[in-house]
């Protein structure tokens, strides 16, 4: 399961942005994810609990945006959605586009922090 090594590479980049905020706590990881970047929602959402384990980030959650494949036809000039990944085709034309323009993203947007003081008192 590769989503585990890819849940340990998003807890090690978030706590590496999080030490630029001395005395805050990671709450939120936002997350972009591709349709087409070869990551499963799910696997990566259960990695991620555990890559968290016993690291800054623990009991920290990840939030996922999830992102529509599309294409650039050169035919029509038109960037649009795909209908279906196994059919990468124009829907105007028709023509099969290989100029994907997006739905490959695999990147933490932003992060939600909380003051520690504030989050030991509630």
């Given at each position: 399961m590769?989503?585990?090594?890819i849940a340990?590479?998003?807890v090690?980049?978030?706590?590496?942005?999080a030490?630029?905020?001395?005395?805050?706590?990671v709450?939120?990881?936002?997350?972009?994810?591709?349709?087409?970047?070869?990551v499963?929602?799910?696997?990566?959402?259960?990695s991620?609990?555990?890559?968290?384990?016993?690291t800054?980030?623990?009991g920290s959650?990840l939030?996922?945006?999830?992102?529509?494949?599309a294409i650039?036809?050169?035919?029509c000039?038109?960037?649009e959605e795909?209908?279906s990944i196994?059919?990468?085709?124009?829907?105007?034309c028709?023509r099969p586009s290989?100029?994907?323009v997006r739905?490959?993203?695999?990147m933490?947007?932003s992060?939600?922090?909380?003051d520690e003081y504030?989050?030991?008192v509630?």
């Open positions: 590769h989503e585990l090594s340990m590479g998003i090690d980049g978030a706590a590496e942005t030490r630029d905020y001395p005395g805050q706590r709450e939120i990881v936002h997350l972009i994810l591709g349709e087409l970047s070869g499963v929602k799910e696997a990566l959402m259960f991620y609990e555990l890559a968290c384990a016993h800054p980030l623990e959650r939030q996922i945006e999830e992102v529509k494949a650039h036809c050169d035919e000039g038109v960037d795909v209908r196994q059919d990468m085709r124009c829907s105007i028709s290989p100029n994907v739905g490959r993203e695999l933490i947007e992060l939600e922090l909380s504030a989050a030991a509630s």
